[in-house]
């Protein structure tokens, strides 16, 4: 059995992911993976680079982002309510989702900015083709609803989800981290889910660094990112939670009771197919009015 990495964050998730794009890819090859993922937060600079380094080495690259979702509209900046948000992540099925990811972040950074580059669920409606998404990590709304024991909200926005992609491009994401109290409800409520709504399960990673003894140096960016030294107390630290880049023999071995999770990541690998054009002019079209040159 093999897994395919749908989660993964670069050192383009600026002071908060540590692998350089190389390295992760290599990393990915060594461990035999058909495919491999780049889902930075709410950008796309190393989209070209992974795509790239992907095809040097012999993998599928599946090009995607994770989004910031505002609490509502995007438009709404109000001090400490809307500096908050959700994480969704996204993948590009063909090359329309990647227009529709560039179009997604570029929206996300010109109108929706507050702290985060955000979007919302209206700006996803109007570039949803082509995507895929997977329901996000703790930070998503779907399971912070179920952390909750809010089951008929997270229903209900996961309804949301699949009214916007298809059933078929959107996918419950599931992780194994028994160190974090929520997570294991979390998947449960998504279980739950995936079978009322006859959607799927796929399992992550969130992979912040390629080795389990890189938590220190990536806690050193987190703290240059928030400001913080490394003896504050109360601050930002995920050194307590391992998101290094696993082999798949370690997926395998934490899922054992549920093979599906990792079965599904290649069904997922299956769908995105994006092939770029590199290296030859490409012009924007403008339609303008008729009679005019």
């Known amino acids: 059995m093999n897994f395919v990495h749908l ?3 670069s050192h383009y998730s600026l002071l908060d992911g540590l692998p350089k794009i190389p390295e992760l890819v290599a990393k990915a090859k060594e461990f035999g993976c058909p495919a491999l993922a ?3 937060h709410g950008v796309m600079y190393g989209a070209l680079e992974f795509y790239q380094e992907c095809k040097k080495q012999g993998i599928k690259p599946i090009i995607g982002m994770e989004a910031y979702m505002a609490l509502s509209e995007m438009t ?3 001090a400490k309510v809307d500096d908050d948000y959700h994480h969704l992540t996204l993948l590009a099925k063909n090359e329309e989702g990647y227009k529709n990811l560039i179009q997604l972040t570029t929206i996300a950074h010109l109108e929706g900015f507050y ?9 996803l409606r109007a570039h949803g083709k082509g995507l895929i998404a997977l329901s996000g990590c703790l930070r998503g709304e779907i399971p912070r609803f179920l952390a909750r024991g809010q089951i008929d909200e997270a229903r209900r926005v996961a309804q949301e989800f699949i009214e916007i992609f298809g059933r078929e491009n959107f996918f419950a994401e599931v992780q194994k981290h028994p160190e974090i109290s929520d997570q294991e409800v979390v ?4 279980f739950r889910l995936c079978d009322e709504l006859g959607i799927l399960p796929v399992a992550t990673v969130d992979s912040h660094y390629l080795h389990k003894d890189d938590a220190e ?3 050193v960016l987190v703290c240059v990112q928030t400001g913080k030294f490394l003896t504050d107390k109360g601050r930002l630290n995920m050194t307590g939670t391992d998101l ?3 082999s798949p023999d370690e997926i395998v071995a934490m899922w054992v009771d549920r093979p599906e999770v990792v079965v599904n990541t290649l069904k997922v690998a299956d769908l995105c197919n994006l092939e770029l054009t590199l290296n030859k002019w490409a012009f924007p079209q403008f339609p303008v009015s008729d009679g005019t040159t």
Do not use: C, V, W
């Open 7 to 9: 989660h993964t964050h």
């Open 115 to 123: 702290y985060k580059p955000r979007i919302d669920k209206a700006a």
């Open 38 to 40: 780049l889902t930075d």
């Open 244 to 246: 290094s880049f696993k």
């Open 187 to 190: 998947n449960q409520g998504m």
């Open 76 to 78: 709404e900046k109000r």
């Open 217 to 219: 140096a990536q806690d």
